[in-house]
C-alpha cells in the first residue's frame, strides 16, 4: 500500500503549488511574520531566515518523505509571486484521510486563493490518491478561515474545546509583544461527494479558473 504522497505540481488557470524551493525564503520569511499569520499558527516567531531554510531544506520534503502529509507552495501562475501555502497533515494511509492547513499572504487576501488552493489539492486527493476525507480545524475566532471552509463545502462537525495555542497581542503590542492563549477549535469535515459542483459555483461566483491539471 501506499504511504507517501508523489512529488507534485498542480496547477489552476491562476496558481501553481509546486514543492518549496530556496528562492521562496525572502517571501515566505516575509508572510511568516506577518501579524494575522503570527496570531493563527504555531510557527516561530520573529520567523527567521534560518527557520525558513529549515523548513524549505529538511521539514517540508520530510513531510512528505515520512508518509505524514506534503506541503506546497502557493504561487502565481502569471508572476510567480509566493501566495500561500498548503499543507496535508497527520494523514491517516488505512482510513484515507488526512488534515488540511492553509496561509495566505498579507498581499493576497480577498482575491479567493485560499479557496482556489484547498480545492484544487483537495480535488487531487479524491480523485488522483483515492482519499476518503480532508478535515479542516479552524479556531473559533478565525472566521477567514472559516469561511474557506463553507465555501469549500465542508460540513461543521463539532468543536474541540481549548485545543490550540493561538496568540494575541499584549498591551506593549506596539514593542513586539505577544502572549499565547487557548482557543477552541471548529472541526469541518470534507468528503469526496462534498464537492459536487462546488468548483463551477466558485468559478461563477469569483470569476476565477478551476482546477486544470496535476503533473
Not at 499572504?105 to 480532508?134: C, H, I, K, M, N
Request: hydrophobic share 40%; glycine share 8%; charged share 25%.
Amino acid at each position: 500500500m501506499t504511504t507517501t504522497f508523489p512529488s507534485i505540481s498542480i496547477s489552476t488557470d491562476r496558481l501553481v503549488m509546486r514543492p518549496f524551493e530556496m528562492a521562496d525564503i525572502p517571501a515566505y520569511i516575509e508572510m511568516m511574520n506577518d501579524e494575522t499569520v503570527v496570531a493563527w499558527t504555531d510557527g516561530p516567531h520573529p520567523y527567521t531566515q534560518v527557520d525558513a531554510e529549515r523548513w524549505i531544506r529538511r521539514i517540508a520534503p520530510g513531510e512528505r518523505t515520512s508518509g505524514h502529509g506534503i506541503a506546497l507552495a502557493v504561487t502565481e501562475f502569471l508572476t510567480q509571486r509566493l501566495v500561500g501555502s498548503v499543507q496535508l497533515l497527520n494523514t491517516d494511509w488505512r482510513t484515507l484521510a488526512t488534515e488540511v492547513r492553509y496561509i495566505t499572504a498579507p498581499w493576497a487576501r480577498g482575491e479567493g486563493y485560499a479557496t482556489e488552493s484547498v480545492l484544487a489539492v483537495a480535488e487531487w486527493l479524491f480523485r488522483d490518491q483515492g482519499f476518503e476525507r480532508l478535515e479542516l480545524r479552524t479556531p473559533a475566532d478565525n472566521t477567514a478561515a472559516q469561511q474557506v471552509a463553507q465555501k469549500l463545502g465542508c460540513i461543521s462537525e463539532g468543536v474541540l474545546r481549548n485545543a490550540r495555542i493561538a496568540r494575541t497581542r499584549t498591551e506593549n503590542g506596539t514593542d513586539g509583544g505577544w502572549t499565547d492563549i487557548r482557543t477552541d477549535l471548529i472541526v469541518w469535515g470534507l468528503l469526496p461527494e462534498d464537492l459536487e459542483g462546488v468548483a463551477e459555483q466558485l468559478a461563477d461566483a469569483g470569476g476565477y479558473g478551476t482546477y486544470n491539471d496535476w503533473k
